[in-house]
């Protein structure tokens, strides 16, 4: 949808002619398809993780492979949605917990994919965390707003840096908005501890890439998945983690 938006931007701003009218493409049109054959998929091959095991994990059409990716993402919702509402139970917490949860799955897939952190859905998620925390259900409003300028300012600043003393660009402004929305969302507090979990995770994994799959090194590697991590992770351990360095 972001893809064809731009392309019709361009093309207006380059006042060249148009296409013809293409077809609906939004969340609900076309239905679930087959990316291979596009057979619509019926509501009883599209359950979650089951119909993928029913499957065997191929199209019921043209015989191809179903990513695994699917199954992973329908897993990951699931576990989160559970772990969740155990840890918090019923109340505001844990549905402002849910929305977090599916914002960054999505984030993760999508920057996994295109290297890309979309604004629509990383403001709504900053707008929300100063939402929910108007009540304090996370953090006091002063902490979150304090988190979200933080946010932004950190690593806009890194982003400056590393540009002045190389020349290159080091991360995206999508990164910026994610932590800042994730600075809403706890508060100025929980920033040092997530950006230290994303920062030796995204190492380690880089490092990975480069001496065991020949990654080059002048080929990026998203961060938003590890800045997404690192929100889980303190969704669910915030005042442990950040008792380890303001006890």
């Not at 701003?13 to 493409?25: H, M, S, V």
């Not at 990316?35 to 065997?56: K, T």
């Not at 380690?204 to 990026?220: A, D, M």
């Amino acid at each position: 949808m972001l893809e064809r938006q731009w392309q019709q931007d361009c093309q207006s701003l380059l006042d060249t002619p148009l296409p013809q009218k293409l077809p609906t493409y939004n969340l609900l049109t076309p239905g679930s398809h087959c990316p291979h054959c596009s057979r619509p998929i019926r509501i009883l091959e599209n359950l979650p993780i089951i119909s993928f095991l029913v499957l065997g994990g191929k199209c019921a059409g043209c015989k191809k492979p179903i990513s695994k990716r699917y199954p992973l993402i329908e897993l990951s919702a699931a576990l989160l949605s559970f772990f969740i509402a155990w840890h918090f139970g019923i109340g505001l917490k844990t549905i402002s917990g849910l929305y977090l949860a599916y914002s960054l799955i999505a984030l993760t897939a999508i920057d996994l994919d295109r290297q890309l952190l979309p604004d629509f859905l990383t403001l709504p998620l900053l707008w929300a965390g100063l939402i929910f925390n108007l009540g304090g259900t996370f953090s006091s409003i002063q902490n979150a707003v304090i988190g979200a300028i933080a946010g932004y300012l950190s690593l806009w600043l890194v982003f400056w840096a590393f540009k002045l003393l190389t020349g290159k660009e080091g991360m995206g402004y999508g990164d910026f908005k994610l932590f800042s929305a994730l600075g809403a969302w706890f508060g100025w507090i929980s920033l040092p501890a997530i950006l230290l979990m994303a920062s030796l995770t995204g190492a380690c994994v880089g490092l990975y890439l480069i001496l065991f799959k020949k990654h080059s090194r002048n080929n990026p590697i998203p961060f938003g998945p590890y800045l997404a991590g690192g929100g889980i992770i303190f969704l669910f351990f915030g005042p442990e983690l950040t008792h380890l360095y303001f006890p």
